[in-house]
């Protein structure tokens, strides 16, 4: 797998957790999770991005698929 495409899976995984559970209205942001989550768009209500899990998640499927690839 190219960088390119496991950051483009980690940014879906970075949007897609902390909107699954609740966005700002959730216990995503009354937790120890609102650690490295940021607002990308001010006047958005409720987008979030994880940068940890973000990044986790990139350099986890970059290293799954290309173990998984040999």
């Given at each position: 797998?190219?960088?390119l495409?496991?950051?483009?899976l980690?940014a879906i995984v970075g949007?897609?957790v902390?909107?699954?559970?609740?966005?700002?209205a959730?216990?995503?942001?009354?937790?120890?999770?609102?650690?490295?989550?940021?607002?990308?768009?001010?006047?958005s209500?409720?987008?979030?991005l994880?940068?940890?899990?973000f990044?986790?998640?990139?350099?986890?499927?970059?290293?799954?698929?290309?173990?998984?690839?040999?």
């Amino acid at each position: 797998m190219k960088w390119l495409a496991a950051l483009a899976l980690g940014a879906i995984v970075g949007f897609l957790v902390p909107m699954i559970f609740g966005g700002e209205a959730g216990f995503w942001l009354h937790s120890w999770t609102k650690f490295g989550t940021i607002r990308p768009l001010e006047g958005s209500p409720g987008l979030l991005l994880s940068v940890p899990l973000f990044l986790g998640s990139a350099v986890a499927f970059r290293l799954f698929f290309n173990w998984h690839s040999r």
